[in-house]
């Protein structure tokens, strides 16, 4: 069964975790909106400082920072009273701080994987390096789960720049339910994948000594599996659902390489009131922002909020060579300008919602591991609205006039970076039309 957003529905008494249907909608759960690492960092230690068994972490960036070492003090503390800790972070976006994050948590019962790690040249030459790990994940007792956009990072600290004037805008989502059983999985099986097969190994001696190596050796296998969504459009509604209604979606390279982006499509076609949109990096494919101009055409209210201020100058330039074409559709665009940008979610008609790490650019949407929840309430809608129109509120409005039109200059600057889009996803290894 599916729903209308292109996720299946959970169907009711069956377990949440492995099974595939563990990514579907669910009914009965707990969402809270979270902004800011101010918000979610006291949350989750103190969710770790309780754990009783397990704790699964995944994220981009783990800083040296205050945010940083406390949570390692709550990990250090979990693993002290015999909890099993187990940690992965992107080669690439701790590369900085792997030395100080190997030795803080050197401990028993905590392992830490690096997925795809960048310490020889030529790790460059491997395939596949362009594709990071930017979940931002963390279960504990596979009762609490918290997903969303914030790095292991001080709200006021950018790794590149340093201390900052303001924190930067950034959200994620506490989760209790029977949607913490997919998030899990997806912790696990990220995990077991950058371990490269050390973990599994035990499994494997045990195997071969058992007396059901058929169920332990699907179970192995489901260790590896991140919750599947399906292929096709969504016709069924999940109304039916007790509130909170809520799914997990992921973006792999292997069975669900643009779930997200159809999400988001799905869910915009669809509108009828408004569409609101979050995104610091933002370079959406053909469809995407057709459906973006359709849903403007027809009265939709389309609002999108990109970064003013700005850190990787090539990323602006991206995203402000499709001004005038979204503009033209009548698609409003502000920038925000108080703070750095790095908040991911959206809101469709004062019902849809989502909170995750997937940018709208090629990077989040075909090549890195991305993780958003999509949720089904007004309450949370509206919530998230408020913030929404908050940031708005205190952002530049982008007109038109001040572009000048399309223009010569502007159709050359959309063919340069259609074409260096395109080369960068070649060389990355993506397929397909973008």
């Not at 205190?394 to 007109?399: H, L, P, Q, T």
Request: hydrophobic share 45%.
């Amino acid at each position: 069964m599916t729903a209308d957003d292109g996720v299946a529905v959970h169907r009711p008494g069956r377990p949440t975790w492995p099974t595939p249907a563990a990514g579907s909608f669910t009914g009965g759960n707990e969402v809270h909106l979270l902004r800011g690492g101010d918000a979610l960092f006291p949350q989750q230690n103190q969710a770790i400082d309780q754990a009783q068994r397990e704790v699964w972490l995944a994220t981009y960036i783990f800083n040296d920072d205050s945010a940083g070492q406390n949570l390692v003090a709550s990990l250090q503390g979990a693993a002290a009273r015999g909890v099993k800790v187990r940690v992965v972070v992107d080669g690439f976006g701790t590369k900085a701080c792997l030395s100080w994050l190997r030795e803080a948590l050197d401990r028993p019962g905590i392992a830490l994987a690096v997925f795809r790690p960048i310490d020889r040249w030529w790790r460059w030459l491997q395939p596949g390096q362009l594709r990071r790990l930017h979940q931002k994940l963390c279960v504990v007792d596979g009762q609490q789960a918290f997903v969303g956009g914030i790095n292991v990072v001080d709200d006021c600290i950018d790794i590149h720049k340093g201390a900052l004037d303001a924190p930067r805008l950034d959200f994620a989502v506490a989760l209790q339910g029977p949607i913490v059983g997919a998030v899990s999985q997806a912790a696990r099986a990220i995990w077991t994948r950058a371990w490269l097969g050390r973990d599994i190994a035990e499994e494997l001696r045990v195997l071969v000594r058992s007396r059901e190596p058929f169920m332990r050796l699907r179970r192995i296998t489901q260790r590896l599996r991140m919750s599947r969504q399906p292929e096709r459009p969504a016709t069924h509604s999940v109304r039916a659902l007790p509130p909170v209604c809520a799914a997990f979606v992921l973006r792999d390279n292997l069975r669900q390489r643009r779930t997200i982006e159809r999400a988001y499509i799905v869910a915009i076609r669809g509108a009828q009131q408004h569409v609101d949109l979050i995104t610091p990096y933002f370079y959406p494919g053909q469809s995407f922002r057709r459906a973006l101009r359709d849903a403007a055409r027809r009265g939709v209210r389309v609002r999108l909020l990109l970064q003013g201020q700005v850190d990787y100058r090539i990323a602006a330039f991206a995203a402000q060579a499709l001004y005038a074409e979204l503009l033209g559709h009548g698609v409003q665009i502000f920038e925000y300008t108080p703070a750095y940008l790095h908040a991911k979610i959206a809101v469709v008609d004062a019902q849809w919602a989502t909170v995750g790490s997937s940018n709208i650019d090629p990077l989040s949407l075909l090549l890195n591991l991305e993780a958003n929840v999509i949720v089904r309430d007004a309450k949370f809608a509206a919530s998230l609205a408020a913030q929404f129109d908050a940031a708005v509120a205190v952002s530049r409005a982008v007109e038109l006039r001040q572009l000048g039109g399309e223009g010569l200059g502007g159709v050359m600057r959309r063919a340069l970076v259609a074409w260096g889009a395109y080369v960068y996803l070649r060389v990355a290894g993506a397929t397909g039309r973008y």
